[in-house]
């Protein structure tokens, strides 16, 4: 079959690179939207948050699924209406060295991993840092000629500097606002006097790359009371995001993933350090102690519902996160602070394996796809008789499966569609996937479903 005419062409970059993630079992940065299929839902209820944000207010999700099952992906996506809309993203994934608070750095580590991936409509890929606070200096000389005051006039840095220093004041009040404030301001005035290693240590406090009080005075030559620290770095997040609005954004939104590490750390206290700067981020989003900022935290059922190691281990949360009983009785509410993810239909992973073939194609510059309707559905209708598939099925398998195929079909001439297919055999549940309700080896296989392929609207 024909690819259509009218279907939207990848930029090669952004395929190459969605195809090369895909196929590696990772989630992309770029290209997303063009492989989206289903979660309308849970994308409007986020797209809400996004609203609010934007209107001054704040939000705190949970997005909840076993491994592969798309959080991350889903998370990419968000993060890209997010750009798109005007708002400054911040994304990091926790690991054993990442975290929100703990010894060793290791909350120091999650904030500077949030710098550096942070990033706005005209720098989408990171270290945006810079660019973010170049804007709003480029906008304030515009505005300053625009009412005729020109750059080669007497008081026009002078003007300048005031309306910098004015707008900068107002962060003054909130904590760790005066060193923000004054780091910020001296960055402003070393961009004016082209004074590009003043730019360069007040960046890095920015960045929390100081340890020290004496470290960041020595590069900055002015004292400062704080630097960026493990116990302190959120508030200079909110900081962040009352600045943002200043500078011409719609906010902030922090992404942050694999939040399963904190459920991994084997000691008791720290891991309850680390929920309770949880509990604080979802108290300041909640209450309205923090404005234009949203937080994201993507994790599995184990992270969430475990009462002896996950977030429902400790009261506060349990007593926040836990679903109702009108949840408990099969009802979804999508603006609870948790949202799980349901497993996508038989007919969603059809339309994405069909769509995943079509983006193939285009890649490797064919005029038709790699393989039928037909193939296709039997793909799928092989991939869901595993035993347990109806629940535990999840897209990364499905991608993953499929891309290797064509890769082969691709690399070996001589090789067929069914041939390959009859090798495949059943599909092996995934490594570590241990939640409630994966299943058992007992488990008798369900028959092979019949899907309606033409039915699908892709």
């Excluded at 930029?11 to 993630?21: E, F, G, Q, Y």
């Excluded at 798109?84 to 909350?107: M, V, Y």
């Excluded at 001439?413 to 570590?432: H, I, Q, T, V, Y």
């Amino acid at each position: 079959m024909a690819i259509e005419a009218n279907e939207i062409k990848v930029p090669k970059r952004i395929l190459n690179t969605l195809l090369a993630s895909l196929s590696a079992g990772v989630v992309p940065r770029c290209g997303a939207p063009y492989i989206a299929i289903g979660r309308q839902d849970e994308i409007s209820s986020l797209l809400d948050n996004l609203d609010t944000v934007a209107d001054g207010g704040a939000a705190c999700r949970f997005l909840i699924g076993r491994y592969g099952s798309g959080k991350s992906f889903l998370i990419q996506l968000i993060r890209g209406y997010a750009l798109d809309r005007g708002f400054i993203c911040l994304d990091a994934d926790l690991s054993p060295e990442r975290r929100l608070t703990g010894g060793s750095g290791a909350g120091l580590a999650t904030y500077r991993e949030l710098m550096i991936n942070l990033s706005c409509k005209s720098s989408p890929d990171g270290n945006a840092l810079s660019v973010v606070l170049s804007r709003y200096f480029t906008r304030l000389k515009t505005e300053l000629v625009s009412e005729g005051i020109l750059p080669g006039n007497e008081g026009f840095e002078d003007e300048l500097k005031r309306r910098i220093f004015l707008t900068l004041s107002e962060l003054e009040g909130d904590v760790g606002g005066f060193d923000f404030a004054r780091v910020l301001g001296e960055y402003y005035i070393a961009t004016i006097n082209d004074d590009s290693e003043r730019k360069s240590s007040c960046l890095r406090w920015l960045r929390g790359e100081f340890s020290t009080k004496t470290e960041a005075k020595a590069a900055l030559g002015f004292s400062v009371s704080t630097v960026i620290d493990d116990d302190n770095w959120y508030s200079f997040i909110k900081l962040l995001s009352a600045l943002s609005v200043k500078l011409g954004y719609s906010g902030v939104i922090m992404f942050i993933d694999e939040c399963v590490n904190l459920y991994k750390i084997p000691n008791r206290i720290s891991r309850e350090a680390n929920y309770e700067k949880i509990l604080a981020i979802f108290n300041d989003t909640l209450q309205g102690k923090a404005k234009h900022l949203g937080v994201i935290f993507g994790g599995t059922p184990q992270f969430l519902e475990d009462t002896r190691r996950g977030l429902f281990s400790y009261d506060a949360l349990r007593s926040r996160l836990a679903d109702s009983k009108y949840t408990e009785m099969g009802y979804r509410n999508l603006s609870s602070p948790v949202i799980r993810l349901r497993r996508l239909s038989d007919n969603e992973l059809l339309a994405l394996v069909k769509r995943l073939s079509r983006l193939y194609a285009q890649r490797e510059g064919m005029t038709v796809p790699p393989v039928t309707d037909e193939e296709i559905e039997r793909f799928v209708t092989h991939a869901l008789s595993r035993a347990g598939a109806e629940e535990m099925i999840t897209p990364r398998e499905i991608i993953r499966d499929f891309l290797t195929l064509l890769a082969i079909l691709r690399d070996n001439p001589a090789a067929s569609f069914d041939s390959l297919l009859s090798r495949m055999g059943k599909p092996e549940a995934n490594e570590g996937d241990t939640e409630v309700g994966a299943g058992s080896r007992d488990t008798p296989v369900a028959p092979p479903k019949k899907i309606g392929l033409f039915d699908i609207d892709i």
